[in-house]
């Protein structure tokens, strides 16, 4: 049986996709509920922008999306893979390859140079030392820190630091990013320097992010701006589009 109207091919999933999602910690005697039960929904190559006051729960949130902890109650979905019940092997596994992180602090290893701390993910997953070498400096040439292949991470600025980080966080290639205060530390030139290369690196690659920050340009700069209050997510559509 034909039909002129065929249905339209199946979407892709979701990059994330949360229901119920619950966090709470104890502390002493008393429970603290963090996160109240947030339902949302992310599409491949968006980018989110998160605020909200300090311990709202933000870093918290971007903790159980990057596999980090587990939420109290409610199901996650990564690419329409259901993340209940995952071993740690199998944790690591996929933030070794889907996910990237950027912090505030940068977390290079000061013994390392800005080659070698680049390549660490790639050797954590086994790739030849060569090649991950090969990779590492090619990533950072892209983000502009050719010049800086062989220096200690101490020897650099503060804006190219976190590019170093952001090179170690991109070098796996990972298709969700998560981005926690990334320009915390940064003056305005440097952290307008850091998302406008963020910005390229996601449009191209089809990267998904999840960016929490204080810092409101940046936060408006996002597809949809999102603000965490009270435990629930208040969700606002914003295209602003600084590209
Ligand atoms: N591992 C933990 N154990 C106990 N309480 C925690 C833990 N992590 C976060 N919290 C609490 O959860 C709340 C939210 O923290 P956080 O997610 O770091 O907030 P934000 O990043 O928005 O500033 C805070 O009250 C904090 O003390
Ligand atoms: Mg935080």
Redesign the pocket.
């Known amino acids: 049986m034909s039909s002129r109207h065929p249905p339209p091919a199946s979407l892709p999933p979701p990059a994330i996709r949360a229901v119920g999602l619950r966090k709470s ?3 002493g005697q008393r429970c ?1 509920e ?1 996160l109240k039960g947030l339902d949302f929904m992310i599409q491949e190559g968006e980018i989110i922008s998160v605020i ?10 971007l903790h159980l999306i990057g596999l980090m902890d587990h939420p109290s109650d409610g199901t996650l979905e990564l690419f329409g893979e259901p993340t209940a019940n995952l071993s740690d092997a199998t944790s690591s596994f996929w933030r070794n390859r889907w996910i990237g992180f950027l912090f505030q602090f940068h977390h290079l290893l000061p013994e390392l140079s800005v080659w070698e701390n680049v390549m660490l993910p790639l050797r954590i997953r086994g790739m030849d030392r060569r090649l991950a070498a090969e990779r590492a400096c090619e990533m950072l040439d892209t983000l502009g820190l050719a010049e800086r292949l062989s220096h200690r991470p101490a020897e650099l600025s503060g804006g190219e630091q976190q590019r170093v980080a952001f090179a170690r966080a991109l070098v796996p290639e990972p298709r969700l990013l998560l981005a ?1 205060e990334p320009t915390g530390n940064l003056d305005q030139r440097q952290g307008e320097e850091l998302r406008r290369l963020l910005w390229n690196q996601a449009r191209q690659r089809q990267m998904t992010v999840v960016l ?1 920050t204080h810092q409101q340009p940046l936060a408006a700069a996002a597809d949809r701006q999102w603000t ?1 209050v009270d435990g629930q997510l208040q969700k606002e559509a914003l295209s602003v589009g600084l590209e």
């Not at 909200?52 to 949130?61: D, H, I, N, R, V």
Request: proline share 6%; glycine share 16%.
């Open positions: 910690f104890w502390q603290i963090v909200g006051p300090s311990g709202a729960g933000k870093s918290t949130l926690d929490v965490l």
